[in-house]
């Protein structure tokens, strides 16, 4: 019984961050963008990627528990491999920030 008791809530909360990180998808702000402004762009980029590599951070961790905590393999395979997805794909997406936050820098250089 312990063990289905544990197993719903490791079920509970990751749903729930899930969809707290759905959620928190953002963009940048609009009105920095109409102002063309580079400074402020690249510092919200900048921050963009530190916050995805923390979620990225979190998916591997996550993964390592499944590995650790789940016994029936079928179930175990699909979970970290579910996290190991989130994990590369929010990796990208910082990547893909930190490199928007490098452009914004240089057009802040040649204005």
Not at 20 to 44: D, F, K
Not at 45 to 64: G, I, T
Not at 66 to 83: D, F, G, I, W
């Amino acid at each position: 019984m312990k063990n289905r008791t544990n197993w719903k809530m490791l079920a509970g909360a990751v749903v729930v961050t899930l969809l707290v990180g759905c959620a928190t998808v953002s963009v940048p702000p609009h009105q920095m963008v109409q102002q063309n402004n580079h400074a402020g762009l690249s510092a919200w980029y900048e921050q963009e990627a530190v916050s995805l590599r923390a979620r990225a951070e979190e998916m591997r961790q996550m993964a390592k528990s499944y590995e650790q905590r789940m016994t029936k393999p079928k179930q175990n395979s699909a979970l970290v491999q579910h996290c190991r997805n989130l994990s590369e794909r929010y990796s990208k997406a910082a990547e893909e920030a930190q490199a928007l936050a490098t452009l914004h820098t240089e057009q802040q250089m040649g204005q």
